[in-house]
C-alpha cells in the first residue's frame, strides 16, 4: 500500500508546487456585508489569464446549488447591504432571482444594493469583470 501511496503524494505535492509561481495569483474572495457583519459570498464561474497561466473553473454547481451552500441572510424590506469584492473589479453586475422564477438586474451605487420592499426569498447572482478575467459570486436573502 505504501509503494502505491507515496508516489501519488509526491505527484499531488509536486503539481501544487507550481501551480501558480511564487503565490501571486489568488482566486477574488466576495464579501456581502450586513450591519457590519461580513459574509463571504459563494464562488461560481472563475477565469483568469495572467502571464502564461490560464485558470478557469466552468463546472462549478448552478445557481441554486451554491444558494444553498450559503447561509441564508435574514434581512428586513429596505435594508442596505454592502458588497465588497477582492482586487477591485472594473465591472460588477447584480441579477436578482425571485421565488417565481423571474429576474431583476439592480443598480448598485457606492458598493450597495437596497434588499426588496416585498417579503420573500431572493438568490442574488453578482457578475464580476476584471481586465485579467472574471468570476461570479452568489448569496441568498430571506427578506421579512
Known amino acids: 500500500m505504501s509503494k502505491i501511496a507515496f508516489p ?5 505535492f509536486l503539481s501544487g508546487c507550481i501551480g501558480f509561481p511564487n503565490g501571486t495569483i489568488s482566486q477574488p474572495v466576495g464579501k456581502v456585508i450586513v450591519d457590519e457583519e461580513q459574509y463571504t459570498m459563494m464562488p461560481g464561474d472563475y477565469e483568469w489569464k495572467e502571464d502564461s497561466i490560464e485558470i478557469s473553473t466552468k463546472s ?3 445557481i441554486n446549488e451554491l444558494a444553498e451552500l450559503f447561509e441564508t441572510l435574514e434581512v428586513n424590506k429596505g435594508d ?26 439592480l443598480e ?6 437596497i434588499m426588496p420592499s416585498e417579503s420573500g426569498y431572493y438568490i442574488y447572482e453578482i457578475t464580476t469583470s476584471w481586465t485579467n478575467g ?10 421579512d
Open 108 to 113: 448598485m451605487k457606492d458598493n450597495e444594493i
Open 60 to 62: 462549478t454547481p448552478g
Open 8 to 12: 501519488i503524494f509526491i505527484s499531488i
Open 80 to 105: 442596505i447591504l454592502k458588497l465588497e469584492i477582492d482586487k477591485n473589479p472594473s465591472s460588477i453586475s447584480i441579477a436578482k432571482l425571485n421565488e417565481d422564477g423571474t429576474s431583476d438586474i
Open 134 to 143: 472574471k468570476q461570479i459570486f452568489v448569496f441568498d436573502v430571506n427578506v
